[in-house]
């Protein structure tokens, strides 16, 4: 079955630490994007990459960087200068462009600090 | 930047009742697209409508678009306690937009 895979499902930072969630999808689609959610939040976006070896900062993208060398995989790193990082970090992908296509998303990844 | 809120932020209806979230924004959009997000889970699409279209039905779903009122509504008919969930509009201009969501509760 095709989808979107994030890893891991919990995860928890020490303070000055980067972490690293993955995201991984076998839906051939060229978009993809990293989403924060707070408690009782909308989504807010991150990053996004339309295609191979190219990204753009979303809405909130200070403290966080992404990278996109193969189409199936979008990591997210979220550094020591993301002061406040708990939080969940949902993935999604799409097939073209930002908006004209549903997008398909993961079952996200918990961050909490310790 | 949230363009889309939802209302009521919170529904609670019995099974088989009819459940409708609303949601207005406030600039042009090209479509507007409706999620379900269960807890502790992703989102999933559920339905897209584009502006040059005014209602759009998938199952027990129904979907209006009025950009007059900068407005949309989601109905689900015969509501199942496998509704419950929480629903999110999502306006479509250069990025997509989510509002905070609609916590829909279907008690048995």
């Known amino acids: 079955d095709g989808g979107i895979t994030q890893s891991p499902k919990y995860l928890f930072r020490k303070e000055g630490q980067n972490v690293t969630l993955s995201c991984e999808q076998n839906?051939?689609?060229?978009?993809m994007y990293w989403y924060r959610q707070d408690p009782g939040q909308g989504l807010r976006l991150i990053y996004y990459?339309?295609?191979?070896?190219?990204?753009q900062k979303g809405d909130i993208a200070e403290g966080y960087s992404v990278s996109r060398e193969k189409k199936e995989s979008f990591p997210l790193t979220v550094t020591s200068a993301q002061k406040n990082p708990t939080a969940f970090y949902l993935c999604?992908?799409?097939?073209?462009?930002?908006?004209?296509?549903?997008?398909?998303f993961g079952d996200g990844t918990r961050l909490s600090i310790l | 930047s949230q363009q889309g809120e939802e209302d009521p932020q919170a529904l609670s209806i019995q099974e088989g009742e009819n459940a409708t979230m609303n949601c207005s924004y406030k600039?042009?959009?090209?479509?507007l697209q409706w999620y379900r997000q269960n807890s502790g889970r992703g989102l999933v699409h559920l339905i897209l409508?584009?502006?040059?279209?005014r209602e759009k039905h998938s199952g027990r779903l129904r979907v209006t678009l009025d950009t007059s009122k900068k407005s949309s509504s989601l109905l689900i008919t015969a509501s199942r306690a496998a509704d419950t969930a929480s629903y999110f509009c999502?306006?479509?201009?250069?990025?997509?937009?989510f509002g905070k969501g609609t916590s829909l509760l279907v008690t048995p």
């Open positions: 990459s339309q295609i191979v070896n190219d990204f």
């Open positions: 999502a306006t479509a201009v250069n990025a997509l937009n």
């Open positions: 839906l051939n689609h060229d978009a």
């Open positions: 600039t042009s959009i090209n479509n």
């Open positions: 409508i584009r502006s040059n279209e």
């Open positions: 999604a992908s799409s097939i073209g462009t930002l908006n004209n296509q549903p997008q398909h």
